[in-house]
């Protein structure tokens, strides 16, 4: 169950790398596009065709961050519930949380481009969290080891 946890966790960092980089992609295509006399106007952006090729990163970013990287979340915050891990609820319903707030700042980044500078914020905040939940997991004591200790007598301690 560790195992599973940490790679969900590691994929949905992953996920978030990807988005960075095919957002990026898409953008500099545009880019280049306009450079060559393309025009962006509102009938090429309700246009279902794409107008240059690195326009798919606009997809792939939309698909990976309202699909893929929320079912991954979601995926995690189950599998909490079954690690053996101290914190694993905590830092899972944290990416879930981060996740959904993503999602709201992506989406409201269309109306209020402000939320759009936080959208890409949030990004490198889920980014470090996901990792480091997956690195939670991997050095966390199990809560059989936590008290191993506690019937054995106390040792006094003598200053001479």
């Excluded at 280049?32 to 970013?61: M, N, Q, R």
């Amino acid at each position: 169950m560790k195992r599973a946890y940490r790679i969900l966790a590691y994929l949905i960092a992953l996920g978030v790398m990807v988005q960075a980089a095919v957002v990026v992609l898409a953008v500099d295509g545009l880019g280049k596009w306009v450079e060559g006399g393309g025009v962006l106007d509102k009938a090429v952006v309700e246009s279902e065709s794409l107008p240059f090729d690195e326009a798919v990163g606009f997809t792939i970013h939309a698909v990976t961050g309202l699909l893929i990287i929320p079912l991954l979340a979601i995926g995690l915050m189950v599998l909490s519930f079954f690690v053996k891990t101290p914190g694993a609820v905590r830092w899972a319903g944290a990416v879930l949380a981060l996740v959904v707030l993503q999602g709201a700042l992506g989406l409201a980044g269309h109306t209020t481009p402000l939320l759009g500078g936080l959208h890409g914020l949030n990004a490198l905040i889920l980014f470090s969290t996901a990792v480091y939940a997956a690195q939670h997991s991997r050095t966390a004591p199990a809560p059989r080891d936590l008290g191993e200790n506690l019937g054995a007598p106390a040792q006094s301690i003598s200053r001479g």
